[in-house]
């Protein structure tokens, strides 16, 4: 059975930094695409950040030049690391694995992240 497990999520100031793991289990991990979601409180769950098998990542706007997705598939685990936090930033995240060919979809359970002004 295929498992995501996220972590280091945390409450941090505006400004401050966090990097999110997500350890992936029974799976193929370097033949998928990862991806982090986010949900706000009362709000819909976005997509945030994604990277490839082939290591191409792509951002949501508002978390350009701010956040760093990557993986390393010798450990089967991605990252996000968050730089310059906002208020806004405020969510659970989540970690997404999709192999596209093959119609795999797994969501990981999420970890809070409480970015304080």
């Known amino acids: 059975q295929v498992h995501l497990v996220e972590s280091g999520g945390a409450s941090v100031q505006s400004g401050g930094s966090l990097t999110l793991s997500c350890v992936s289990m029974n799976m193929n991990f370097k033949a998928y695409m990862m991806a982090w979601y986010r949900q706000p409180p009362g709000m819909e769950r976005e997509q945030i950040a994604t990277i490839t098998a082939d290591s191409v990542t792509n951002y949501k706007d508002s978390v350009k030049d701010r956040f760093t997705i990557s993986r390393d598939n010798a450990k089967n685990t991605a990252y996000l690391q968050m730089n310059d936090l906002k208020p806004e930033d405020t969510a659970v995240y989540y970690c997404?694995?999709?192999?596209?060919?093959?119609?795999?979809?797994?969501w990981g359970r999420g970890t809070q992240v409480t970015v304080s002004s």
């Open positions: 997404n694995a999709q192999w596209l060919g093959y119609a795999l979809d797994f």
